[in-house]
Every structure is written in C-alpha cells, then in structure tokens.
C-alpha cells in the first residue's frame, strides 16, 4: 500500500509555496523547505489516534499509595509525607547526611567544640595531629617521653640524680667545679687533657720511664748523670780549636770540613765516578761535552739559527724558515696530495674558520656534506634543491605562521595543500571544488572543549549550544534534565518525594543544617567523638589549649621541645645520646668513674688538677717537647737516644781517659775528632 505522493510545481520562484495535507512548503531557491506550523486540536482530524482534552487526561491518572485523586478537577492531594523541614517547603537542601563526616558543617572554632565535649581536659583551641606545637604546657609526669629534638631543658633543676656539683660543672665546666664534683682527684688548678699536654713548670718526681726525643734544655752539667770526668766540660765548649790542640795525625791545613757542601778552591777531582753539575758554569762546549751529534756543537756554540738546525737534523721536511707558534701565518695554499686529509686537530673544541669570508664554497657540487652536531645559522636558510628531508624527531618553529602553497596564484592553484600523516594514511587538506578543509580521520575534541561557528558554540559532548534555536531532531530520547520555559507546574500534580524524616511527618524539625557549625548539637563526651573521628591519636579526654595540665603522657618522640621549666629528669634512664658509662660518672662523679667514661684517656689512676702537678713515678711516654733546664738524674748509658754503638760507654769512662793522657801532649787523634764532631 502506496501513501500519496507529493508533486511540487516545476520551475517554481522563489517564496511561492505548495500545500499537501495540511502542511506547507516554500522554495527558498535552490529547494522546498518544509514551514512550521501552530497546531491545535482543532486543526487535527482525530482518527484511531485520539488527542488530549482535560477530561480524557484527567480519567487517565491515578494515585497508588498515600495520597488521593480528583479526576473531575483534577487535583491530587497528598495525605502523610513530609511537608517542610526545619520551616522550609519545596526543595530542601544543606541537611546533614549521616553517611558523611564531619566535613559536610561550616567551620567549628575550638570554643565551640568544647562547649559540646563534657568532659575535655584544658581550655583554649584545640589540638590535633601527633606532632602539635604546644607554647607552655605543664606535663605533669609523664608515664614516657623521648627527648630527642628537645632543648631549653634547666640542668641545675631539670635533672634528677646528678652527682653533688655535677650540675654547676655542666653549666659552668670549669677545672675548680670538675674538681669540686669529683670527689677523689689529685692536685688542685686547672683540668689537664690529651697525652700531650704542655706543662709550665711540673715536678714529674722520678719517672719510672720517659722517652725524651723531643726534650730541650737538660743542664748537661748537673742534667745527666754517668758521664766520665771532665766530658760535661768538653760537650759544654765543643769548639774547633779545643779538638785541634789535641789532635796529632790531621790531614792538611786549615779548618776543619763540617758540611756536604764545602768551598772549594781550585780542586781536582779526576775522574769522579758521579757528580751533579746542575749550578757549575764555565763549561766549554765545544770540547766540555761529550757524545754530541755532528752540528749540535755548532748551533749550540754559534748562532742557532734555522739553517744551522737544519743542517744538524738528517731527516726535516720541507725547507726555509722554522715555524714557531699555535697560530703560525702561512702566505700560501695548503694542498695534499692524500685521499683524506685532517685540516684541524681532533682536540679543538672551537674551529673560527673562513670569519671574513662573504662567499664561502665547501665540497664539490655532488656527494655530500656532513656536519656530525648542532649548527646554527646566524643569517637566512635558502634550499634550492627539490626536496628537504627533516629526519629529527622534534621539529620546533618559532614563526607564528606556517605557509604552505606559498606563490598559489588562486584558490585552484592551491588545491590539495594541507597536512599528510604518514603510515596513517590521514591527511587534512584544503579542497577547491568546496572551498574547505577536508579531514579523512574523526575529529576528537579534548574533554571540556566545543564546536563553535562564528565564536557561538554549535555542540558539545552532551547538548547542542545554547544558540541553535532551529533543529530537524525526530527524537531526543529522554530528558533528564533541563529548563521548562512553560508555565508553573503546581505542586498539586507533584507527587510527594519524602514521605518522612526520621520518622516525623508534616513540618519536619530539630535537623542539623551543613551551613551551621557544630555547636547546634547537643553536647558531646570525648568518647562519643574519638567514636567519630576516624585518625585520632590516643585515648581519654579531648585535649584543649596549647598549655594544658597533662599527668602522666606519653609523648613518644616530640619533633622539638622546650624543658626550660621541667624538672625531674632521671640522668641514669632520661637521656639519650651520652656515651658509655657518662650517666653513672654524672650521678657519682669519681675519678674511677670518669675513666670508665672516657675512651681515650692517658695512664689510670685518680683524675690530675694542675698544670704544675706533683707526680711520682709517671710514665710520660715520648713527649713532643720538653724543657729539662731543672731535671736531674737522666743516666747516660739508657736515658740518651741517638748514641752510636758504644758512644755511651765511651762518654762515661773511655773519653775521660784519654784527654787525661793526651790534652796534656796536644796531641787527639783525628778519628777521635772526627767522632766528636759527630756526636756535637
């Protein structure tokens, strides 16, 4: 079965029209546009297809459930439910919702907090997190504490079970108030540390063992004990002419040579098996060295000019003057006859080749030519070739505008132009026969972005642009949302979307509202709200006040802390980071206890006071320095180091005899002299 068939006039003008069941058509001139048109029940012949009056709509609703229905006026009314909340009606919102936190209220000051809590501890803001910054707070005992980062903590009232005078020491460490906390030292003055220390004047009594390398100032005469007769006077005066009125068998005249590096009048040495020449002068070259090649002794001698060095070097190329410099000023071309040829260095790192050139040709007009890093083109690039090729990965213009089809005499011309993606097989090119851009790929616009013709946005990702007022849609689907431009729908056609809150009917009250702070509940424990809060720390009452009275607390390990005001901290257990043994020394401050505490203390026994102590029988060790100017008793055959084999023997007994014998004659032989010089 055929419907009927619309015939439009041929050759029709521009505005005529054309009616067919009811409808008009215009041509607009190109096409018949089909015009709108104001329906009413009147205009349409009602078939099997019945339209709408009032009494047939109103025969057609019906009520389930609380509530009841007119048809004959058409009203519903709606029984139960819930008519306003807190004395508002229609939509209502900013209720509290149970399923959120607290979050959902306006901001709540700590004031108003504590005025719901029952039973919080301290007044003043509150607080929160597991490192708060408190100002002053009083902590009573707490049960624990790790004091890590804290500071300001008193020592004279802060810390329990300290030594007597130990606190005065740690505030003001001074040698009188370390001697006045140490109960069992010896001497008195000032605290000597290290196992070097510089004394002043000490009396070290009899050593039991000292190494004195580095002392000075031992009276030889009264210092030194085991020395011969008469050989304190002779290491006293140790002068040439002593020695010279004692020795017979001397060699030569005059002084005697004490030194390495003598001087020398006219000597000769023959043939030396070595010798160092490096600040002689004088030496002839001609006839002074030795094993020079044929030449050398005539450019060395002579004038060293170019000609002379090139008649002494057999294998030079090239001739004419010898070139000097890094930056040498060659007239002339530089060829090679080589296959390849290194013009620079591979070790410069800045080449400043051809600067004044204007016209500069590199390579021949085939192959290639190639530039192995960056380049950058001070002037304008010209390619004149037919192809360019961009092998980078990146390609960054600063130009603002990209020509294409650049010299296009007209739009013909430019036909084709565009963009091609290769491997996709996407292009985006301009057509001539449309006068537009045409895409072979979907468009796809970033989320939040839109279509727009002449700035007015056409569409979107879900609705048309607030602009387009014309559409040819035969289908929307379902409106979920949107602005009904109609007239008012009444409340009584709406059906009740509440039926009760928390169990009340009518005008709802007694909600809380997101807009108010927490004070508008009643109050509330400390428990009730840890209950709430889902991060807390702790248990027990809520906290308020940056100086609040605490008990016992725990305070695990505070960022920071400031004891100046707290008292009672235990030395032995309070505080970390003192060395091994340090606590026990503090609490019963005794010499004993101090060594156990010091690691890399000198010698045991009671702590020393003093720069000028009274020692027994120490063991110095080998001391840096020394001034023995009041020591005595140093034996010669083990207090002295240094002494050749026998010296010290010698000095005590064998030396004595022989001046005995021989000053008397003047006449000490010279080995004898010789061996005193040695030991002076």
Known sequence: MSGPT????????????????????????????????????TAVTEGTNLYFTNARSRTAISVAGAGSYDNTTGIITVTGGVTSVNGRTGAVTGLAETANSLAQFAATTSAELRTLVSDETGTGALVFATSPTLVTPILGTPQSATLTNASGLPISSGVSGLGAGVATFLATPSSTNLASA????????????????????????????????????LPVSTGISGLGSGVATFLATPSSANLAAAVTDETGTGNILFSNSPVIVTPNLGTPSAVTLTNATGLPVATGISGLGTGVATFLGQEPTSANLRTLITDETGSGALVFGTSPAITTSLTTPSASFDLVNTTATTVNFAGAGTTVNIGALTGNTNIRNNMVIAGNLLVQGTTTTVSSTTLDVADKNLTLAKGAADSATADGAGITIDGANATFNYVHATTAFTSSQDVDLATGKVLKVNNNQVLSATGLGPNVVNSNLTSVGTISSGTWQGSEISTTYKAAKVTSVNGQTGAATGFAT??????????????????????ETGSGNV????????????????????????????????????????????????????????????????????????????????????????????????????????????????????????????????????????LL
Do not use: C, H
């Open 514 to 535: 997101t807009a108010n702070s927490l004070s508008q509940f009643a109050a509330t424990t400390s428990a009730q709200l840890a209950g709430v809060i889902s991060d």
């Open 543 to 678: 906290v308020f006040s940056t100086s609040p009275v605490l008990t016992t607390p725990n305070l695990g390990t505070p960022s920071a802390a400031t004891l100046t005001n707290a008292t009672g901290l235990p030395i032995s257990t309070g505080v970390s980071g003192l060395g091994a043994n340090v606590a026990t020394f503090l609490a019963t401050p005794t010499s004993a206890n101090f060594a156990f505490a010091v690691t890399d203390e000198t010698g045991s026994g009671n702590v020393v006071l003093s720069n000028n102590p009274i020692l027994v029988t120490p063991n110095i060790g080998t001391p840096s320095a020394g001034v023995l100017t009041n020591a005595t008793g140093l034996p010669i055959s083990t207090g002295v180091s240094g002494l050749g084999s026998g010296v010290a023997t010698f000095l005590a007994t064998l030396l004595v005899l022989i001046l005995q014998l021989l000053l008397p004659m003047r006449v000490v032989p010279i080995r004898l002299l010789l061996l005193l010089a040695q």
């Open 182 to 217: 140490v109960t069992d030292e010896t001497g008195s003055g000032s605290l000597v540390f290290s196992s070097s220390p510089v004394l002043l004047t000490p009396n070290i009594g009899t050593p039991s063992y000292a190494v004195l390398t580095n002392a000075t100032g």
């Open 6 to 41: 619309l015939n439009f006039p041929s050759s029709p003008n521009t505005n005529d029209t054309y009616a067919f069941g009811g409808k008009t058509w215009v041509y607009n001139g190109s096409a018949w546009a089909l015009q709108s048109a104001t329906l009413s029940t």
